[in-house]
């Protein structure tokens, strides 16, 4: 049975039901649209909700396909800005630098990016024909050294670290959970590997970052029962080949995904939109969270995004599904300083306002809300 609820207006709530099932049902959509249910396409004046009813719900087990937006800080440093929902903390980024994991924070962990690592054990490094995996190898776009991801010493301490790391905090977010890149890795170990496994070369490596994560996604959410998130590089439709990902495999492995959208300006919004709409699709019902950059280590003022790319682009991620979005900064001082100048931009917010419905309607309350945090701010 199939029904379609029409919102004539995304922003009035002025709902109606089409079809026979009359006020009864009408009030049953009203309240789950309250309290987190539907939604599956929107644009600026419509909201379309599809309900398809199944034995789950004929259980009374109602899928939830709306979710309000949540928004979160991502951070160098153990430090929370105020005026977000949760805070996702950097305890091992690919410099392979370890901190202790916070009990009220997030954990984020890069998995095979580890100079660390790889200065420890240059031979884990992952080898290709156009050279090793090193930083220093432009043939590719590693900003970081990458290990082997059959590397079995790394893989095994990697696992307990993991778990131990979500059994101290909130629950682990993960990068670099994959191959460096095409062509990786060709060690002695990955073609010995390849060549047992009777698969070719592409579903080998698939079959390699699948298998890992399952173990993973194990230690976190089973033993430590923990929210376990999958991060991913910002590529929709090469990842299989590049990295060995496969979005269908690790979709039933996650609580949820994320995809790093970073970049020192969002000057053009249309990109960042599109991919939003990218992995909407193919991630079907698994949320999806996209961090953006606010400001880095080491960064200075006149090299990172304006306040206004930042607020256009979330805006426009907002109205294309995107679930929550995250801020990267070094510590929650520069978070704060972009609240401000957020705040204070009363003309951005304004003319952004006609940018869609309910979801961009959210965002933008959710930004004057910090009115409250950091008072009325200045512009940047
Ligand atoms: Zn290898």
Redesign the pocket.
Known sequence: MFFQVFAASATSGDLYMRGSWGIFLNALFLNLLETEFLCAEMDHRRLTVNFITSPSVAQGKIRKRYRKMKFGTYTFLPEKAEGFDFHLYRVKPEVGRRMPPQPDMYSNIAIFGDNVAARNHPDWI??SPLGPAWRTNNNYNVRWDVL???QPEHRAEQLDYIEDVARKSQGVWLNSIHFAEHGH?I?P??KELHAKSGLSWLEWRRKEVTDYMKLVSERVRDRAKKKFVIGVLPDPVTSYERFGINFDDLAPLTDEFLVVMFSKNYATPWYWEMLTRNFKKIFKEVPLNISLYVFGPGDSPSEVPTTKELLTVSVRMARAGVDNILYLAEKASQITDFQKSAVANTEVQETLRSYGGRPVQEYLDFVKGWEKVVGSGSQI
């Open positions: 992952s080898q082997c991801a059959t890795c060690c170990r990955c």
